[in-house]
């Protein structure tokens, strides 16, 4: 999955931290959800008003799993 078109960093939203683009929600607030038990339906719900699609929601959890592989295993 290419996650780049749905995943911004601008340094003006939310200091720079990963977000679903053209909106305020982080990748961190989507794991902490996914953590906390909420499932992908759950968050688009939660995100209606947003029109949030599975997509993006997907999307942040493969740009977190990308950045905790290279982590740790360094760029290839």
């Known amino acids: ?31 902490e959800m996914l953590a906390l038990g909420d499932s992908v339906s759950d968050i688009l719900d939660a995100y209606s008003h ?13 740009f977190a799993h990308d950045r905790i592989y290279h982590l740790f295993t360094g760029p290839n």
């Open 1 to 31: 999955m290419n996650y780049n078109q749905y995943i911004s960093m601008d340094s003006k939203i939310l200091r720079g931290k990963p977000c679903i683009a053209g909106t305020r929600i982080s990748v961190e607030m989507i794991l």
């Open 50 to 62: 947003l029109q949030l699609t599975r997509e993006q929601v997907l999307a942040a959890i493969m």
